[in-house]
Structure formats: C-alpha cells, structure tokens
C-alpha cells in the first residue's frame, strides 16, 4: 500500500509521475482483459466506439495518425479499471493524498515564484519562478491548475469530513498552499472548474449541515481568499477583468475565435470529424477571415490553433457526434453506476472532483489521470 499511497501523493503533484504510477497498478490487476468489458452494454458501446474510431480516421488526410488517435478513450477504459480493481486505499484517504500531493505542487510554486528561482535539467523545467504564472516538471499554468483544482476540492471534502482538531489545521495548512498556488497559475478554466465543483459539493443535505456545524473554518477560509484576492495577488484579479475585454491579447474573445472556427469545422463534418488529432491539419481551413474582437497581431496565430482549447470540441472535431455520443456515454453511463451503488458523501466529494474537470475542459483541453481513476474507485465493490 505505500507505493500506492506515493502513487497517489506524486501523480497529485505531477502528470510526470501518472504513467508509471499507471504501469505499477496494472501490474497488480490480474486478467486485465477480462476485465475491459464489464457487462454486455460495455462490449457494444466500445465495439461501436472502435468502428467510429477507425471510420473517422480511413475519412482523415492522416489516417494512421488519426487511427493511433483513436484509440485515446480505450486508455481511459484501461485507467478506469486501475482504479476499481488496483486502488485498495478507501476514499478519504485518497482525498488526503491528494491534497498532500497539490499542496506540494503549490509549495513549489509559491517558493520560486517569491523567491524568483529557477532549476533546469537540459531543457526540462523542474520549476522555473521567473514565468510568469508558473512553471513546475515541465507543465505551464493550465495543467498546473487542474491538478491544484484537485487539492482545493479534496480539502474542502475532508475539511467537512474530519473530526479532529489537530487534523483539520493541518488540513487547513495544505489546502493554503493549493489555494495560492492556483492564484499564480491563475487560469479561466480553472475558475470555471471550482465553480462546478464548489456547485457539486453544495448540492448534499450533508454539506449544509456540516457547514453550519463548522462555520468558524469556513469564515476563516473565505476571509483568506478575499485576502489573497485583493491584496496579494491583485495580478489574478487584472488577469479576469482582462478576460472579457474585447480587443486584447489573452482575453476569452480569442477562444471564441477558435471555437466558432471549430463549429464550422464540425458542421462539414458531423457524423465522423476530421479523424481524431487531425484538427491541427484541417482547422485553418475554416478559421475566420474577420472577427473584430480579437487583436490584429494575434489573427494568424490563432488562424493556426494547434488545439481547440476546448475537450467537448476536441472530441466532435474529430470523431464526430457518433463517437463523441458513444465515448460520453460509456463515461457517464459509469459515473452514474457508481454514485447509485451504495452512495456515501465521500463518493459525492470525488463526484465534486470529477465536476471541476468537466467544468475546466470547457475552456482547456487537459488530461489526467486522476479522472478515469476516480470513476473507477466509484464502481469498486467492499471498500469505501
């Protein structure tokens, strides 16, 4: 169980450590394939998913490119069926190592970004203070965020779970350095995500009245983000008032450029996309010619999107509404199954979780591993 508690704990910290964490549990899991089509509605929809998937990629301009592609929801299958059968830890500790696994992430951040250090292996970043919103193993500020999103939303979980004094100081501690750290990543998404989050953890009986049992840690931690907010990093305040300014470089105008260029996109190719990862290829096709709200010197870059910022687009681009329809459908089909059979608060907290991804990938397109994972620990049997 150590290993798997690191597992947890660095896979928190960094997407570097995901996929040997994935490795380590797939080692543990005897007949995996077995255990890839969990009834008969599995093997149909993923059947289907695959013929989608090969049709939209013999459609594409780069057919094996987009065929490898293709294959990226059954890698999310196999990382669902690492967290049902591999993860043994019951679910307040994942929440804990979670946020153990973020805070550190937000110690780093915080450390360089006053301190103003910077430490490089060849080219790769292990951190870098002197960017702007932050740079840690190698990961820019949207990719930071999602992972800090997690720590935010786990902490605030065990803080309306644990009982013990001493426990929720220390809990309190962690999640101040997820909180910070997310300042200074300060990504549009990730607000969107905490939102979805926050939204989901309100909607239980249970979290209203352990709010009210525990308001004093709740003033207190709203009296610090208004703190932070105002004072010490104005900068994410600017940063949001930005956002909507028409005209300026980095305001949310610019992902609507790319998205109405996706839907065009979409709309010539609806039934099967452009072949999955093929976007890149297909999409200056059908990026605007004339948008006023975007800066002049930003049109050609953005006429040239190497991804559509955006998960939901990124599937319709380019598997089309059958494999998008078929791929989402299996995801929630699982969650649904999950949260159904033997609903505890604590699986309401990792729904929370799994909320603030589908918020954030409204306005990024972002990965990890935690999300199949989490989905899987919802579907385990005897361990809660």
Known sequence: MLIE??????????????????LYLTSKVKNFWEKFFEDRQDKIILGLLFISGVISSLLSVKKLEAFLASLI???????????????????????????????????VLVSSKLLNLSWYIGSFAIFDGKVPRGLVMGVKAQG????????ILAGLGLLLVEKDKKSIFKILFLLIFCIIGFMIAETRGGILGLIFGFLTILFSEKSFREIKKRLGFVLIILLLLLVLFFTVFNQFSQRLSVALEKGRVGSIYERVYIYLGTLRMIKDHLLFGVGPGCFVYVYPKYALKDFPYIPEERKEELANAVT???IYLY????????????????LFRKIYK?????YSFEKHL?????????????????????????????NRKGIK
């Not at 508690?5 to 994935?22: D, E, T």
């Open 315 to 330: 599937f319709l681009s380019g598997w089309g509404i059958i494999g998008t329809f078929l791929f989402f459908w299996w």
């Open 5 to 22: 508690k690191l597992g947890m704990v660095l896979s928190s910290f960094s997407y570097f450590f995901q996929i040997p964490f994935a």
């Open 73 to 107: 929801p059954f890698v999310f299958v196999w990382f669902y069926i690492l967290g049902k059968h591999s993860i043994k830890l019951n679910i307040k500790s994942i929440l804990y190592y979670i946020l153990i696994g973020s805070s550190m992430l937000g110690f």
């Open 308 to 310: 559509t910022h955006n």
């Open 350 to 378: 990792i729904l929370a979780i799994l909320m603030v991804y589908f918020g954030h990938i409204i306005l990024d397109d972002l990965f990890s591993i935690h999300i199949p994972l989490l989905i899987g620990i919802l």
């Open 338 to 342: 999950g949260m159904k059979y033997e």
């Open 144 to 151: 930071l965020a999602l992972l800090l999103e997690f720590g």
